[in-house]
């Protein structure tokens, strides 16, 4: 282009901004966009999952999901039936949690079935007494019982926090069938069964997900806007620190117009200020 000088580009202030620039450009298409565009379509599976729960009546939970096998996105929050007995002395307090936006306890307890198997079951929450203490709460039934509820994934506590003893509770952070084996000894498949409201041992039943779409889709396409405007920003600034100096224009200088007698040559032509001065340094 004619008129323009872009040698400025080389130096090292300039170089360096062009490749923050253009790493965040990048980022923005090859990683945070499609990761938010993952979350929208796992949230979508998700809500269709749900809704077809309310479709289908529970199957055995064996149909669903064979002995050993965990529960992946394809079988989770189907409907399901197990019949056994609880095994009270492997119950235990699931801490840290929040329902419907308050604090709250959830209880697990495994259920052993008559197939010799053991799964673990929610028996859904529990709101925290004065001083954020474990509740009172009844103890599951004795005898065998039929239950029915919905078909989750383990979670998994990012953290690894151990357990805690309190208010005469065995306390984990996250649903995890493998930490309660570790903690009690008592083999259980992968995975858990949320119970539904009205089932035996079933405290408060927990409520299932908004069914909404979230902002995941919102995310993924701000991000594939800021990945371009990135770039042409850059290329606006570059393109007015190189046509706002001329090349035999003294840097850094610049003169008052109403100082200027224009019939003498020896004032010194009017230049344009730095890009420092221009947009400030700070």
Same mark, same amino acid.
């Given at each position: 282009?004619?008129?323009?000088?872009?040698?400025?580009?080389? $130096?090292?202030?300039?170089?360096?901004?062009?490749?923050?620039?253009?790493?965040?450009?990048?980022? /923005?298409?090859?990683?945070?966009?499609?990761?938010?565009?993952?979350?929208?379509? /796992?949230?979508?599976?998700?809500?269709?999952?749900?809704?077809?729960?309310?479709?289908?009546?529970?199957?055995?939970?064996?149909?669903?999901?064979?002995?050993?096998?965990?529960?992946?996105? =394809?079988?989770?929050?189907?409907?399901?039936?197990?019949?056994?007995?609880?095994?009270?002395?492997?119950?235990?307090?699931? $801490?840290?949690?929040?329902?419907?936006?308050?604090?709250?306890?959830?209880?697990?307890?495994?259920? $052993? @079935?008559?197939?010799?198997?053991?799964?673990?079951?929610?028996?859904?929450?529990?709101?925290?007494?004065?001083?954020?203490?474990?509740?009172?709460?009844?103890?599951?039934? $004795?005898?065998?019982?039929?239950?029915?509820?919905?078909?989750?994934?383990?979670?998994?506590?990012?953290?690894?926090?151990?357990?805690?003893?309190?208010?005469?509770?065995?306390?984990?952070?996250?649903?995890?069938?493998?930490?309660?084996?570790? @903690?009690?000894?008592?083999?259980?498949?992968?995975?858990?069964?949320?119970?539904? /409201?009205?089932?035996?041992?079933?405290?408060?039943? @927990?409520? @299932?997900?908004?069914?909404?779409?979230?902002?995941?889709?919102?995310?993924?396409?701000?991000?594939?806007?800021?990945?371009?405007?990135?770039?042409?920003?850059?290329?606006?600034?570059?393109?007015?620190?190189?046509? =706002?100096?001329?090349?035999?224009? *003294?840097?850094?200088?610049?003169?008052?117009?109403?100082?200027? =007698?224009?019939?003498?040559?020896?004032? *010194?032509?009017?230049? /344009?200020?730095?890009?420092? =001065?221009?947009?400030?340094?700070?």
């Amino acid at each position: 282009m004619v008129g323009v000088r872009w040698t400025f580009l080389l $130096r090292p202030g300039w170089v360096a901004l062009i490749l923050v620039v253009g790493s965040f450009t990048v980022l /923005a298409f090859t990683v945070l966009a499609p990761w938010q565009f993952g979350r929208d379509d /796992a949230r979508a599976a998700r809500n269709v999952a749900i809704e077809e729960s309310f479709r289908s009546p529970p199957v055995p939970l064996r149909e669903v999901l064979p002995s050993g096998r965990a529960p992946d996105p =394809d079988s989770e929050w189907r409907q399901v039936e197990l019949t056994g007995r609880y095994l009270p002395r492997g119950e235990t307090v699931v $801490r840290l949690r929040s329902v419907l936006g308050e604090p709250a306890f959830e209880v697990v307890v495994p259920v $052993r @079935l008559t197939d010799g198997t053991t799964v673990l079951v929610d028996r859904g929450y529990l709101r925290p007494a004065p001083g954020v203490r474990v509740p009172d709460y009844p103890p599951v039934p $004795r005898g065998e019982v039929t239950l029915q509820g919905r078909l989750r994934v383990a979670e998994t506590d990012p953290g690894d926090r151990p357990a805690v003893r309190r208010d005469g509770t065995t306390q984990i952070y996250a649903i995890d069938p493998a930490t309660v084996t570790s @903690l009690t000894g008592i083999e259980l498949q992968p995975g858990y069964v949320q119970l539904n /409201a009205g089932q035996p041992g079933v405290l408060s039943a @927990l409520p @299932l997900p908004q069914r909404s779409s979230g902002p995941h889709l919102a995310y993924a396409l701000q991000w594939l806007a800021f990945g371009v405007m990135a770039p042409l920003g850059l290329g606006y600034f570059a393109w007015r620190e190189g046509t =706002d100096r001329r090349p035999d224009e *003294p840097r850094g200088r610049t003169v008052d117009p109403r100082d200027r =007698d224009p019939a003498d040559p020896r004032d *010194p032509p009017v230049t /344009a200020a730095p890009l420092a =001065d221009r947009y400030g340094t700070r």
